[in-house]
């Protein structure tokens, strides 16, 4: 019953027979390997963009961070969420990157930004010449922080804004296949059809080892990205096992397949959670995150079970014994019916 | 009828007359001058601090950023107000000189921190671990941006909390001396008695032409400072010109007779203009800055007349006619009693 | 024929097998998996290093520079041979993770730095009070980019220098493991016995995929360490597959064999070139790395034969025609017999 | 006697008299004093162009980093002489505020770098792809840091080898003024008309308080130097007293008129001290800098009669006795006939 992060569970079985084919002698080191050009042709296919580069990194947080590097200059602010895993998450890894930039947090209730705060975010810096930061890009993330999701045409909004004042867009996607699952809208339309300049495309969180692509719609920074990424020592030599674990998630729709399932978890377990009595959900479960509400004994019942999930506002332990405590699980693709059913009947006691 | 900042402000005389001075042949550069023994001496004697390491530099945004860079690591986040000038007026300098570091912006109405906000905001951060930045110190600005002042009780209020959690503490003293004179409480008092660790303590605002010191009242980092100085570019090589203007600055209280005087032209200014029908304070005036708002005839009247001063909220010919525009106004020591109460009177109509 | 580089051989079946076994369900992320214990313990026992702080990471550049960001302070400068990984094949990562602290080379024929210029280099820095950069770490790289190696008294020889002058010790060991199996001295020996501080521990060159350990013989910096880790993106969540990879390496002494295989191969190919008239070695060959120089015609035949590695002065088609062109050649630890003496036979002509 | 530098002297009575002029009431701060309008008309017609974007420093230091961050990319390294004052005496501010650029030393023997070494040492870098820093500016100091001065020609042939490269170039002018008096070449001859896209020019080394100019003579990076100079904390809010020093120093060619003087007066002792047995010149004087060698018998004469200046390979009392000491003398614009004649005869014994 692991439902603490979908950062933790295992492989698939595609992705580790790739990496394992891939381990054939020798191959052209720093991304030059064969697999990186059918990498690059299949996200071209995924994503209908001929044109664009397209680069692999291990972590979620270099993809960010040097995508925002590239898009940014030192003496700008870069727009986010509140929630958002660059500002909680990454330990000043963006201010680090983009050689001191700042971020400016837009209000959300469920990370989700609208386009007024954004609007009004954007508006409120920019405003003192010199003295103030410049504006910079824009980064959302979808699927957010909270779990919910931003629709095409949300996601067009929030650009638009950004296109009034000139900004460029990043999108934080560690999360985008369950994002695509969620809605049922194509990858060009939750990327650069509706205004995203550059995607951080997650794989780590949805059964790779540990890979992520950097897709620039527009390749006219692409070699100051291969720069950045360099000297964030961030390009790896055995490069083809970053490009096979890419090219299996890939194939034949695996990546939304495995997103699918994640997200299908997720459903059952608010299904099940959502009939309990003094449970009390947080957000619409919209991919494959929840947060709920329920009190402290049935967390007790869980934790002597072995389950395994954050509790966000407080210790199980602690002396607050009256509130409900908030339970943030995460399904990854691999949760099974019975582990769901399971967490569902000890947390319904 | 000059009162848009007191950074534009004339010299005063005594502190020309000291440059001048200072003008006989050569002297030794790079702050080995004679001048700063002296200026060394007497930040000692005025602070009652005979182990202070004390610096100088020539503006009050490199007297932040350097020692907020001493005092932090890149990985950490400062906490200061939401209206802080190293947040709102330095351009990610101090996100520059500190390698990255965050600034966690503390909320406030009136520019002053509260114990309970301060507290707040450093409890939410520091409890991811490795993903979240540090906490790091606690930056706080007397006479604040909105021209409130801090009491010993108050600073003391928030070192405290500081000290719970085992933080440094900067103030941002740009106007340290009009916080003095508003006080009536000793230097001393105002900073390492209450908590203080480093002051930047300005001249530039109040009656000097660009010198600013930096104290640690523990001098255990005074020699990264010192590099940390060389390497901003802020070590002036002819600094007997900065030891002058100190030197002077101090000599027979002139620094706090020059802020008395400001903090008197604002009070006077705040009398007449209290006294005016449809005009509000905004807050109440502590030292030598005002916020007011009257409406849109009275700005114009005082506008054709020449009068300088910022209007926070809009446009002097902007759309929003109904509205009534807030005016910022700082008095310098240099401010007249005749040009106050013309300005009054423009402002009555 | 592939002797481009130790970078671009296969994994070891055994390092891949590990990885396979450690895809079993979920495993706690973020290098709090249990196998990340088992190689903690590995390290401590291998270095005979009990308090030894371990991190992994997953390329060479990451662990240099991680390393050397935490034992510097960006007003220093780091001494390193003019021909170090560091200096020329980095793009700049020491400079940016240190925060901009500077590289001074010490010059070398062969990569090895001498005592007596490292002290030569050490005595001109440091010199200018303030105004120059102050004496930072020094950074010796074991087996060097020449392929020479140094004995464990030339080690103690050059960490004997930086302890004159109270300077930190990294070891750049990328090849850590050929230049233990060249000397037959123990990895303590090696290491933290001869005065290193921080070793890179290399794998990835050695037969792992993407794995490198920063071991802190002193653990005192190991916080700092994690914090600057995350902060460079290089903290990966599906940490296990790292771990794992690092397990089996030292598991049974494999890393040790794969060395010796690699620098056996190399000297295979040595005895083999040698013979050849008209052929010269440039160092002599001590680890898995060669540098010999012989006519074009020869690299021309071995070109179209499909051998694969570097030309150091020219281009195989260049115009200076005369000039005996220098090849790079090595070793990984899969080259094999077959493959090293038909090199050998076709540059024979 | 004071030949120690000529950034120790006084400031020449017109500057002073010009900052005082300027004390007269409120100014604009920040750049928007109308005295900043004459500053960049005197340049731009001192410099013979129209377009030119003028900046004001208070420190050469910060006129060479904040030129140099503007002009590179911190993937980049910087070509510069192995003696610049970049790379020596800066305490590692071009890394800083470059965000972590390199410096790529240009071999010389005094000071002055060769189009072939140039050329070399441009050619040398740039050749690893990714792996290497990219080829960036080069910055070139006259007069150099040994006193040598380039002609036109000579400057021309080397900004003509950064154009092959199509690499920008910047001018380091702490002593721009000693140049132009020592070759009688114009302004615009020594600085755009020969290649220079970048100049710092230099007033507080000959006569100014503290100021320095930067000057764009292609404007399409003022923007962003603006914004670098506010982020380093270098904008002055009393900015109308650089611009008042700057105007006075351009006025009626006080610039060149003391330069000249300075200039002379190093001849002076040159012609003076040559007359003496056993002492040698170590580079011909051709601007305000003289290094020359003689016996410590005569140095400890200078010195117990008061005379200061640097003594460059060893210590007045150090005990290689026998050794001639290398003195370091530079001549500013207030320099005697008196005290020059009276050094000469103390050094004659």
Known sequence: MFFASDNAGPVHPEIMDAMARA???YAMPYGA???MDQVRAQIRETFEAPEAAVYL?????????????????????????????????????????????????????????????????IISEGTRGVHGPQRGPVSITNVTECGTVYSVPELRALTQVAREFDLPVHLDGARFANA??????????MSWKSGVDVLSFGGTKNGAMGVEAVIFFDPKHAWEFELR???????????RFLSA???????????LDLATRANAANARLARGLKSIENLEYVHEPQANISFAKWPRASHRRLHDAGAMYYIMNGQLNGDNLGC??????VCDWSATNENI??????ARG
């Not at 003496?75 to 050689?99: K, L, M, V, W, Y």
């Not at 674990?245 to 990546?255: F, H, I, K, R, V």
């Not at 059913?341 to 000890?346: A, K, Q, V, Y």
């Open 23 to 25: 381990n054939n002698g």
């Open 33 to 35: 390997d064969a697999l």
């Open 57 to 121: 990194v291990a972590t979620g947080t270099a993809a960010n961070v040097l995508a925002l590097a590239t898009l940014s200059q030192p003496f700008q602010t870069i727009f986010c969420s509140n929630r958002a895993h660059i500002h909680e998450d990454e330990c000043n890894a963006p201010e680090f990157f983009s050689g001191g930039a700042k971020l400016t947090l837009v209000p959300t209730n469920d990370a989700k930004m609208t386009p007024h705060n954004l609007r009004k975010a």
């Open 180 to 189: 695509v699952a969620a809605t049922g809208a194509s990858p060009a339309e």
């Open 229 to 239: 990424r360099k000297r964030g020592a961030h390009l790896f030599s055995k490069h």
């Open 245 to 255: 674990q890419m090219s299996a998630y890939l194939n034949d729709g695996l990546w």
């Open 324 to 329: 409900a405590l908030m339970a943030r699980m």
């Open 341 to 346: 059913d399971r967490f569902t009947e000890l």
